[in-house]
C-alpha cells in the first residue's frame, strides 16, 4: 500500500482531470473538451508512463517501482519455459499494473484495459466476460426511495445484490443490511442486524441501508490517490486498480456503506455474472473497497438495480430525481421523506418514507 | 378573408381530430394496441428527457394495457395485462349455466372447481364472491355500483375500498417497477403482487442470513 501510494497512485489534479478524457460532461455533445473516437495509436500501460519527458529523480523512482512490482511480472511474461499464454497473461497483468486512473484515461485506453480484463480472464477460466464502459447518460441524476411501511424484512434484496454484483461469497460480503428495529424506535444501536426468524416479526419494522450516493461524499474527500469519485449521474464510484486500500473512505461514511476485501474475493465460475462494468461488479482483489453502486451496469441502460427488481414489497424505488414525471419524485413531493443524519449535510441521494 | 375562414377551417378540424382520439382511449383499448400507445407515451410529457438509450424496444408491448379510469392529473403509464395470461380464460368455457346449477352439480358429484381458492379477503359481511365476480357474465368482474371492468382493468376494483394505495400506485410510491426507471413506465397491476383472494403478505423465514449473525458466531 506504502508502496503504491509512493511509486505509483497519486491522486489526479483538477487540471490532470479536465485536460484528459475520461470524466466530463459524459456525452461529449455539449462542447466541452473530451478527447473524441478511440485513438488506437497512443501509449497505453507500460508505455503509456514511461513514454513522456520526465525529470531524472522522477524516471529513477518510476523504474524503481517498475522494478520492484514488475519482477514476478516480467518473470512470467519473459520466461522461455512458460506456455504462450502464461507469457501472454504476464505481459497483459504488467500492462494492467501501468495503466491509468480510470478518470484520466481516454476512451481507447479505457477499451484496451477492458479487453485486457476480458483476456485475463478468459486465460484464467476458459469463459467470455464483458466489461462495460458505459458513462453517465445525460440528463439523469440518480435517486432512491425506500418505504419503511412496506419492508417485511425477506431479504431477497440482498440475495439478489450478491449475485448481481459478484459479492465474495466466503466473508459473505453484502451491500446491504436490514434492520429489524421495535415499533416507534428509529434507532439503529437498538436494532437488530442479525435476525433469523420468521418475518415480518410481531411489533417490528424493517430498514434497509446500503450506499447513499451523497451528493456531498465525505468518502470521495478523504481519498488519498482520487480512487473514488461522483459520477456525474450522481454513483458514487471506485476505481478498484487506483485504491490502496488504505480504508479512510470506510471510516469517513457515517452511513456504513463501503465494504473491504480482507482476503481474496472468491466467487465460484458459475455464479459469476460476466455481464460487468468496469466501475461497477467486475471482479475484485484483495486489499480493495467496494461498495453498492445503484448496479451501474444495469442503471445506465435504464434497467433498475437488482435490489429493487428483486423486492416482493415493492418497498424499493428507483429513478430519475430531474425528470419531473418519475415515480421517485412523485415519492419525493407526496409522502413523508427523511434522510439519514441529514444534520451532517452530507444530502444522500436515498430517502425513506412510510404510508 | 379568404385566409381568416382557411385559419378558422383548420383549427376546428384540429379540435375536431383531437378530441376524437383522445378521451375514449381506455375504453376502446385491447391487448395488441401496444405499439400504438408506446407511440403515445413516447411523447407524452417526457419530451423534455431524452436518453441516450431507449427502454421503448425492449418492452413487450402485447402484454401491456395502459391504465384507464384513473384520476386525471396521473401520467399514463402500463401495467401487464391479465388476459392472456389465465390460463382458463375465456371463464363462459365452463361457466355456460347459471351459477346454482353448476354448484348444484358439484355438490352431488363431489367434484369442485376452484377448489383452491380460499377467500380470505375482508368479512363474509362485506365481501363475497360476487363483490367483483359478475355470475351473470364470468368474463367480466364489476364495480360496486354494477358497471363492468375487464380483468385487464382489475385495478379500477381495488381502487374502490383501498383509496390511499390507490392514490400512491398511481404515483409510484406503492407497488412495484417492471423492468426499468427509464420510461416508458410499467408498473404491476394489484394483482401482480396480492393474490386478490387473500391480498395479505404471508409471514416466512428471510431468505438469507444477515452478515453480522456470521460474526457474532
Known amino acids: ?355 | 378573408m379568404k385566409l381568416s375562414t382557411l385559419i378558422g377551417c383548420s383549427v376546428l378540424i384540429a379540435a375536431l381530430a383531437g378530441g376524437n382520439c383522445a378521451p375514449h382511449h381506455g375504453e376502446e383499448e385491447e391487448q395488441g394496441h401496444g405499439e400504438h400507445l408506446l407511440e403515445q407515451l413516447k411523447h407524452s410529457g417526457h419530451d423534455s428527457l431524452r436518453y441516450a438509450f431507449s427502454r421503448f424496444d425492449q418492452v413487450d408491448s402485447a402484454k401491456l394495457v395502459r391504465i384507464s379510469g384513473v384520476a386525471a392529473s396521473t401520467e399514463a403509464f402500463l401495467v401487464p395485462a391479465r388476459l392472456g395470461e389465465m390460463k382458463m380464460f375465456p371463464c363462459s368455457n365452463c361457466h355456460r349455466q347459471p351459477l346454482e346449477t353448476l354448484q348444484q352439480g358439484s355438490a352431488t358429484s363431489g367434484k369442485k372447481s376452484h377448489w383452491d381458492i380460499e377467500l380470505a379477503h375482508a368479512p363474509a359481511t362485506t365481501m363475497q364472491c360476487a363483490t367483483c365476480h359478475t355470475p351473470d357474465d364470468m368474463n367480466l368482474l364489476h364495480s360496486l355500483t354494477g358497471s363492468p371492468i375487464e380483468f385487464n382493468h382489475s385495478y379500477q376494483l381495488c381502487g374502490q375500498c383501498h383509496a390511499t394505495q390507490f392514490k400512491d400506485w398511481q404515483g409510484g410510491a406503492h407497488g412495484k417497477q417492471v423492468g426499468g426507471w427509464a420510461p416508458p413506465r410499467v408498473s404491476q397491476t394489484c394483482t401482480g403482487c396480492h393474490n386478490p383472494h387473500k391480498p395479505a403478505f404471508e409471514k416466512r423465514l428471510p431468505s438469507r442470513l444477515n452478515t453480522e449473525m456470521l460474526k457474532v458466531k
Open chain 1, 1 to 355: 500500500m506504502l508502496f503504491d501510494l509512493l511509486f505509483k497512485k497519486t491522486k489526479p489534479t483538477e487540471a490532470e482531470l479536465s485536460a484528459e478524457g475520461g470524466h466530463g460532461c459524459g456525452s461529449g455533445s455539449c462542447g466541452c473538451k473530451k478527447p473524441q473516437a478511440a485513438t488506437t495509436a497512443e501509449p497505453d500501460g507500460y508505455e503509456a508512463k514511461f513514454a513522456k519527458r520526465m525529470d531524472r529523480r522522477a524516471a529513477f523512482r518510476q523504474m524503481t517501482a517498475g522494478l520492484l512490482a514488475g519482477a514476478g511480472m516480467v518473470q512470467s511474461s519473459c520466461s522461455v519455459t512458460a506456455g504462450d499464454e502464461k507469457r501472454e497473461e504476464g505481459q497483459l497483468k504488467w500492462d494492467e499494473y501501468f495503466k491509468k486512473n480510470y478518470r484520466l484515461m481516454t476512451d481507447g485506453e479505457k477499451s484496451k484495459t477492458v479487453e485486457r480484463l476480458e483476456r485475463l480472464y478468459e486465460i484464467n477460466t476458459g469463459k467470455t466476460i464483458n466489461v462495460g464502459t458505459d458513462g453517465a447518460v445525460e440528463n439523469v441524476l440518480y435517486g432512491y426511495a425506500f418505504n419503511i411501511s412496506k419492508c417485511q424484512g425477506y431479504m431477497d434484496c440482498v440475495n439478489a445484490c450478491v449475485k448481481e454484483n459478484n459479492q465474495d461469497r466466503d466473508s459473505e460480503m453484502q451491500y446491504i443490511r436490514i434492520h429489524e428495529m421495535k415499533n416507534g424506535q428509529l434507532n439503529f444501536e437498538g436494532a437488530d442486524d442479525s435476525y433469523f426468524h420468521e418475518v415480518p416479526a410481531e411489533g417490528h419494522f424493517y430498514v434497509g441501508t446500503q450506499c447513499y450516493h451523497c451528493e456531498n461524499p465525505p468518502c470521495v474527500k478523504v481519498c488519498p490517490v482520487g480512487a473514488t469519485w461522483k459520477e456525474d449521474d450522481g454513483i458514487v464510484v471506485v476505481d478498484y486498480d487506483w485504491c490502496i486500500g488504505c480504508r479512510y473512505c470506510m471510516a469517513a461514511c457515517p452511513y456504513d456503506g463501503r465494504r473491504f476485501n480482507w482476503s481474496t474475493p472468491t466467487v465460484p465460475e458459475e455464479e459469476v455474472n460476466h455481464t460487468q462494468h468496469y466501475l461497477g461488479n467486475r471482479l475484485r482483489s484483495k486489499g480493495v473497497m467496494e461498495k453498492c453502486t445503484f448496479c451501474i451496469q444495469r442503471s445506465r441502460s435504464g434497467k433498475n438495480p437488482a435490489c429493487v427488481e428483486a423486492c416482493p414489497t415493492g418497498a424499493r424505488t428507483f429513478g430519475n430525481l430531474l425528470d419531473p414525471n418519475s415515480e421517485i419524485r412523485w415519492v419525493l413531493a407526496n409522502k413523508k421523506v427523511f434522510r439519514m443524519k441529514e444534520d451532517l449535510g452530507t444530502e444522500p441521494k436515498f430517502w425513506y418514507y412510510m404510508d
